[in-house]
Antibody
Framework: QVQLVQSGAEVKKPGASVKVSCKASGYTFTSYDINWVRQATGQGLEWMGWMNPNSGNTGYAQKFQGRVTMTRNTSISTAYMELSSLRSEDTAVYYC??????????WGQGTMVTVSS | EIVLTQSPGTLSLSPGERATLSCRAS???????LAWYQQKPGQAPRLLIY???SRATGIPDRFSGSGSGTDFTLTISRLEPEDFAVYYC???????????FGPGTKVDIK
């Protein structure tokens, strides 16, 4: 079945970087953009950016420009989101999701990233 | 940047009742790019409606979306126990390019 499986929970210190993976299966990886969305505990959804797995082209929300990098490895159908210069406010669940018709139809299970000294 | 406002913040209803959720945009949104999601605690969001009014695959027909321009509505015709959750609207805008979500409406049991 079509699914996105994300890497496990991470604990990082302030100032460090984190790289979350998102492995696609059940469809052609290069057919749909991958978006990243995060959600702090008890808060709403925040869009971070998108990546076209075919071309590698990316677009980032202004808030994250300069701190986020989205990449992919097409040979293993995996997308990555790296966030640098982590601070406590980056503690959240990070989701990847495919984009079809301008809506996110398939979501990963989420990856908890905790930033704590 | 387009800002989405959802109302009410919380909707307290009983099973079997009708739920009407509002999503208002700070400027006109293309109906092609207005979506609604349901999220339950500990779960990823689930796409309900895309293109303002098209139900996603497997979504029951008690869920319907409508609206255009700056005002959009998600209606749940008769609430089932599994419908009590948080609902988010989302839009895609071209200037600047990107997606934004509304703050959410929580539908809880009265």
């Amino acid at each position: 079945q079509v699914q996105l499986v994300q890497s496990g929970a991470e604990v990082k210190k302030p100032g460090a970087s984190v790289k979350v993976s998102c492995k696609a299966s059940g469809y052609t990886f290069t057919s749909y953009d991958i978006n990243w969305v995060r959600q702090a505990t008890g808060q709403g959804l925040e869009w971070m950016g998108w990546m076209n797995p075919n071309s590698g082209n990316t677009g980032y929300a202004q808030k994250f420009q300069g701190r986020v990098t989205m990449t992919r490895n097409t040979s293993i159908s995996t997308a990555y989101m790296e966030l640098s210069s982590l601070r406590s406010e980056d503690t959240a669940v990070y989701y990847c999701a495919t984009d079809d018709y301008g809506a996110f139809d398939i979501w990963g299970q989420g990856t908890m990233v905790t930033v704590s000294s | 940047e387009i800002v989405l406002t959802q109302s009410p913040g919380t909707l307290s209803l009983s099973p079997g009742e009708r739920a009407t959720l509002s999503c208002r945009a700070s400027q006109s949104v293309s109906s092609s790019y207005l979506a609604w999601y349901q999220q339950k605690p500990g779960q990823a969001p689930r796409l309900l409606i895309y293109g303002a009014s098209s139900r996603a695959t497997g979504i029951p027909d008690r869920f319907s979306g409508s609206g255009s321009g700056t005002d959009f509505t998600l209606t749940i015709s008769r609430l089932e126990p599994e419908d009590f959750a948080v609902y988010y609207c989302q839009q895609y805008g071209s200037s600047p390019g990107g997606f934004t979500f509304g703050p959410g409406t929580k539908v809880d049991i009265k």
